[in-house]
């Protein structure tokens, strides 16, 4: 029997493939993911860094100044803010919400630690009048405590407990100066404890002589500045729009003053006495309208911190104005006699000093020579018709050494010879000044009129005084004022 068997009957297909190649292929593929996994890392890598070298960490809030509770409620939200700006310190750059609520809690921080410092202040004051004995005026609640205290434990209780929050609170329980202190008994910030006008009033620095023979001494102009600076500075709100004091807010906003005779408050004065509008001129309104006056109002929409800046300068000197005017000069002891003489011998140089000067310059302002000389009296320059009354001998020596001098000298030589201490008769015709301001008296000469001119002291005799003029002897009893050198103050020009 034949054996049997199987028999492949299809079509054989030949195997091309190269199993090298295909190795190959997929070993560069799994090297290029890993290289684009690593180039990915490396990216991230670098992004990490580079935020971490611009990391944002979160500022610092002094607690100064506040008192324990408030303090304790601060460093609570600094606390989350730091933490808030901690976690996401790296993203802030990437994520502009996360930046802007970053921005925003700083800014609400710092209105918040405003607010607590200016509470903890007016604590403190409260507290700082009943230590000085003046408690009474303070308000008082319904079980007999001081209403600040009473007040303050509430906002305590309301926060420990969680009914409210802190700042509703506060607006619940308020302490500020306007209710916690006796309305008639408001006392503003700059009479408080350290009373600034009664501080000036006791220390004054100004001093001066009276006429009546007693030294005097006075709030000096320089202590009044540095006051009405201090209580301008405390009217001014803070970048935040509040006042640092609410004491200095109640005043404020509720200042009163008397314009006229007519009573109205210190915004109001402000735009009748010294609003001034885009041109720099006071307007004088008499009837502001709502708007002007929500321009100074710190909590409105309008407000305007620059002309709020101006209201604040405006009332801090009316102020000041007012608590100076009845606080005059005060006698405090007797001149001596030591002192009146040399006041007397001061008044006299200086009055000298000033009469030699006023003389001087109406002389040199004169337009010419012969305008600036006073004649002798009753004698005009026409020789001497009376030649006894101001006749004089001289020597020619004395005569000045100007071209008419030379011609004087000439013919006084022709005269009397060429000896210098020979004398010659002359007529004094006048006074005036040289060039140099100094007195001079002009001669002629008896013999032929030649005319000239000598110092002064060389003819004074009291008979040729007593003819001149009242101008003339003005001008001879002037004496010019020394000038001393500075070497600290020379010019060579």
Same mark, same amino acid.
Request: net charge negative.
């Given at each position: ?75 609570? =939200?600094? %606390?989350?803010? @730091?933490?808030?700006? *901690? ?10 919400? &996360?930046? $802007? ?116 001494? =006075?709030? %000096?102009?320089? @202590?009044?500045?540095? *006051? ?10 803070? &970048?935040? $729009? ?125 337009? *010419? ?125």
């Amino acid at each position: 029997m034949a054996q049997e068997g199987l028999f492949f009957t299809g079509t054989v297909l030949k195997n091309n493939r190269n199993l090298l190649q295909e190795e190959a292929a997929r070993q560069q593929l799994a090297m290029q993911r890993e290289q684009l996994e690593l180039q990915k890392q490396a990216a991230a890598d670098k992004r990490k860094e580079a935020r971490k070298k611009n990391e944002t960490k979160p500022g610092s809030y002094s607690l100064d100044g506040m008192d324990p509770f408030y303090a304790e409620q601060f460093q609570g =939200s600094v %606390s989350e803010y @730091q933490s808030f700006v *901690t976690d996401n310190s790296m993203d802030f750059d990437d994520n502009p919400e &996360l930046k $802007n609520q970053k921005l925003k809690n700083e800014g609400d921080l710092s209105v918040q630690g405003s607010r607590y410092k200016s509470i903890s202040s007016d604590l403190t004051s409260y507290r700082n009048l009943i230590k000085n004995g003046n408690g009474d005026k303070l308000a008082l609640a319904e079980d007999g405590s001081y209403l600040f205290e009473y007040n303050l434990n509430k906002q305590k209780e309301a926060v420990n407990s969680g009914d409210m929050t802190i700042n509703e609170a506060i607006e619940a329980y308020p302490t500020d100066a306007q209710s916690m202190v006796n309305k008639s008994e408001f006392i503003p910030f700059y009479m408080v404890d350290d009373d600034y006008f009664e501080k000036d009033d006791q220390n004054r620095e100004g001093k001066f002589e009276g006429t009546d023979g007693y030294n005097y001494v =006075s709030i %000096s102009d320089d @202590q009044k500045s540095q *006051t009405t600076t201090k209580i301008i500075s405390k009217l001014k709100v803070n &970048l935040n $729009n509040n006042h640092n004091d609410s004491n200095a807010a109640a005043i404020y906003n509720n200042e009163q003053f008397t314009i006229d005779g007519e009573s109205m408050s210190a915004k109001e004065a402000f735009f009748l006495q010294a609003y001034e509008n885009e041109d720099g001129e006071v307007e004088k309104i008499t009837a502001p309208s709502q708007e002007l006056m929500d321009q100074l109002d710190p909590q409105s929409e309008n407000f305007n911190k620059e002309l709020s800046d101006q209201y604040a300068e405006y009332l801090g000197q009316k102020i000041a104005d007012r608590e100076y005017e009845n606080r005059e000069a005060k006698r405090s002891s007797k001149i001596s006699a030591d002192s009146i003489a040399e006041k007397k011998k001061k008044e006299q140089e200086e009055a000298q000093l000033q009469y030699n000067i006023d003389t001087y310059n109406d002389i040199r302002n004169t337009a *010419t020579t012969e305008e600036l000389g006073y004649q002798i009296h009753d004698t005009k320059y026409q020789g001497a018709e009376n030649p006894q009354n101001n006749k004089v001998d001289i020597k020619i020596s004395s005569i000045k050494g100007t071209t008419q001098g030379a011609a004087m000298k000439k013919s006084m030589e022709n005269q009397i010879g060429k000896d210098y201490n020979g004398m010659a008769p002359v007529i004094v015709v006048g006074v005036t000044l040289d060039g140099d301001g100094q007195v001079v008296a002009r001669v002629r000469n008896v013999e032929d009129g030649v005319e000239a001119y000598v110092s002064w002291n060389k003819v004074a005799a009291k008979h040729i005084y007593d003819a001149m003029s009242p101008e003339g002897k003005q001008l001879i009893d002037y004496r010019q004022p020394k000038v001393e050198f500075d070497p600290n103050n020379h010019s060579t020009d």
